[in-house]
C-alpha cells in the first residue's frame, strides 16, 4: 500500500497538468485567456485588490504670467474581492484496495479516480466566469462577470441603452458615481438616465466603472423590431462602436460570447440578408471552427451563457487568478484512520477580476 500511495502522488501532478492543457483547448474562453497571457499563477494576499485609475488630470486654462495652481490628484480606486475555492474529492477504502488486490490494478483504479475528479471540475469551472458572484447563495463562488452587470430595471421598449445599477469590488457601477456631468444635446438612448450616454461627450470619471447594457429588444434600432434576428447585427456594432468610443485604444472588445438561441438567430439573419460569413482567424488557430467575425469581433456560443443574453468580452481587462502554481491541484491520496480509506481530491484557489468599463452585455431588458 505505501508503494502505490507514493506511485500515485508522484503521477498525479504531471497528470494533472496534461488535463490543464485540455481545459485550456476545450472550452473557447479559457484557451483565449491562456493565449493572450490573462491567468496569473502564484498570487498573494489576504484578498485581491486592484486599483483602477478612474480619473483624469483637469486642464485649466492659462493666460501669459498668470499662476498655475498646484495640486495632489487622488486619481486611483481600489476593487477588492475574496479569494475562493472549489474542490471535488474521491476516496478508496481499505477494503475496496485489499479486494483487488495487485498493484497493477490499484493504478488501473487511480486512472478513473483522476479523470473522473478533474473532468469534473473542468466541465463546471468555464462557467463560473458568468455567475454574479454578490447573489445570494454565491457568497463563496466566483465573482464572474454577471456580479457587474444589474441594471436599475426601468429600461422601456424605447430604450436602447440600459442603466447600469450593481456593487462590484466595493465600489459601484452607476454611472456618475464618482461625480461628473455628460451631454444632453442629442434623443437619450435611456429615458430614466435622460443624457446622450454612451453617446456624447463627458468626463473619464463619470463612466469609469459601468459597463455598456444594450437592450436588443428596443424598437428604436431603425428596424421597426423588437426582434434579435432583426436587431443582431446592429445591436452587436453598436456594442463594438459604444465600448471602444468610451474605451480609447484600450476599449476595443474581442469577443461576443452569445447563447445558443442568439447564435442561431444570428446566423440565420446573415443568411436572410445573404452576407457572407467570415470566420475569426485567431479563433480557428485555437482549434475553434465555427466562430464568426463581425467587425473584427468573435462571434461564438457558450453553454453557459443564460438564454436570450451575449457578453461582449474585453480579454485585456480580466485576470484569471490562482493562488497555486497551476489551475488544479491535486491532493493526495492520503490515508485516513478513521475511515481506513484513502481520501483524493483537485481544487482550486483564486478567483477573477474585471474592469467592467471595458465589458458589455445585451439582453431583451424590455420584454413583455
Not at 486592484?50 to 495652481?69: A, C, G, I, N
Not at 469534473?120 to 454578490?134: K, P, Q, R, T, V
Not at 453553454?303 to 502554481?325: A, E, I, W
Amino acid at each position: 500500500m505505501t508503494a502505490w500511495s507514493g506511485l500515485v502522488k508522484a503521477v498525479a501532478p504531471t497528470y494533472l497538468k496534461d488535463v490543464q492543457d485540455n481545459t485550456y483547448r476545450d472550452r473557447y474562453i479559457m484557451g483565449m485567456l491562456k493565449k493572450r497571457g490573462r491567468i496569473k499563477h502564484n498570487c498573494t494576499g489576504r484578498t485581491m485588490e486592484w486599483k483602477v485609475r478612474y480619473k483624469e488630470h483637469e486642464p485649466e486654462s492659462y493666460s501669459d504670467m498668470s499662476t498655475l495652481d498646484f495640486q495632489r490628484h487622488d486619481q486611483w480606486k481600489a476593487l477588492t474581492m475574496d479569494w475562493v475555492g472549489y474542490y471535488v474529492t474521491d476516496a478508496m477504502s481499505e477494503l475496496e484496495i485489499e479486494t483487488l488486490g495487485g498493484d497493477t490494478e490499484i493504478v488501473n483504479r487511480y486512472k478513473e479516480i483522476m479523470p473522473n475528479l478533474t473532468s469534473s471540475l473542468s466541465n463546471d469551472f468555464a462557467g463560473e466566469l458568468f455567475i454574479d458572484g454578490g447573489a445570494s447563495g454565491n457568497e463563496n463562488r466566483i465573482d464572474g462577470i454577471e456580479t457587474f452587470l444589474g441594471d436599475d430595471g426601468n429600461t422601456v421598449v424605447g430604450d436602447r441603452f440600459a442603466n447600469p445599477s450593481d456593487t462590484y469590488g466595493g465600489q459601484s457601477t452607476a454611472l456618475g458615481n464618482a461625480g461628473g456631468t455628460w451631454s444632453s444635446d442629442g434623443t437619450a438612448p435611456n429615458a430614466t438616465l435622460g443624457n446622450d450616454f454612451p453617446n456624447g461627450s463627458g468626463p473619464a470619471h463619470y463612466d469609469w466603472n459601468s459597463p455598456k447594457l444594450l437592450n436588443w429588444s428596443s424598437n428604436a434600432w431603425g428596424t421597426s423590431s423588437v426582434d434579435f434576428d432583426d436587431n443582431a447585427t446592429r445591436v452587436i456594432r453598436q456594442a463594438i462602436r459604444w465600448c471602444q468610443r468610451t474605451g480609447g485604444s484600450d476599449g476595443a472588445l474581442d469577443m461576443f460570447l452569445l447563447a445558443d438561441n442568439l447564435f442561431f438567430e444570428y446566423q440565420n439573419a446573415l443568411e436572410t440578408k445573404q452576407r457572407i460569413i467570415v470566420p475569426h482567424k485567431e479563433s480557428e488557430d485555437l482549434g475553434f471552427s465555427g466562430v464568426l467575425n463581425q467587425e473584427g469581433v468573435a462571434l461564438y456560443t457558450d453553454f453557459d451563457v443564460p438564454t436570450n443574453v451575449g457578453y461582449g468580452l474585453n480579454l485585456n481587462q480580466m485576470h484569471l487568478k490562482t493562488l497555486t502554481s497551476q489551475l488544479f491541484t491535486p491532493k493526495g491520496p492520503d490515508f485516513d484512520i478513521k475511515q481506513l480509506a484513502y481520501l483524493f481530491a483537485c481544487g482550486f484557489w483564486g478567483n477573477v477580476s474585471y474592469n467592467p468599463k471595458f465589458f458589455c452585455k445585451i439582453k431583451n431588458y424590455a420584454a413583455s
